[in-house]
């Protein structure tokens, strides 16, 4: 069963007028083929934030540790998100994001890793990299201009596609990538602070 549909509906309902959502930059967006989607992370209403704002389907990387919890395990696979192990090398998430990609999907992650304290941009994990060298897939890059406050503007801009076309011929290693993935979603910040 499909959620996402039902979902992204209920939630634009309550969160656009909520937080005054502005959302600049989806004619950026690929209407086709596969796409890494890479944002940045101050708040957990970001998955939903993003899954309402994208024109696309999202399937969000999510920590395993939510699909043990009671409602959330059986709703978040009908939202198209998939677990992830932190910390350590997870094969099954590895391989499902390749296929989502590769099949022409959108996958969303937060190359952060987790949260920002300070709301910050942090350093970017490999596995974005990774996924930008191996998906074959447009990389998109995200910025969520906060904070969550109720009735304040909440700015999403998603920006425009990141040619890895040099970066996969010169075989450039998943932490230089990830590192330029992190330098777009900064300057997509900087430009609507």
Known sequence: MNLYPLGKFLISTIFYPLYRIKVTGKENFPREGGVLLCTNHIDNLDPPVVGITCPRTVH???????FNMPILKSVLPQVQAFPVKRGMSDRDAFRTTLKLLRGGKVV???????????GQLGKGLAGAGFFALKGDAAVIPCAIVGPYKKFKRLHVI?????????YRENRASAEEVTEVIMKEIQSLLNQHK
Do not use: C, V
């Open 60 to 66: 969000f990387m999510a920590k395993e540790e939510l």
């Open 108 to 118: 969303g992650m937060f190359p952060e890793g987790t949260r920002s304290k300070d």
């Open 158 to 166: 998603y920006g425009q596609p990141i040619d890895m076309t040099s």
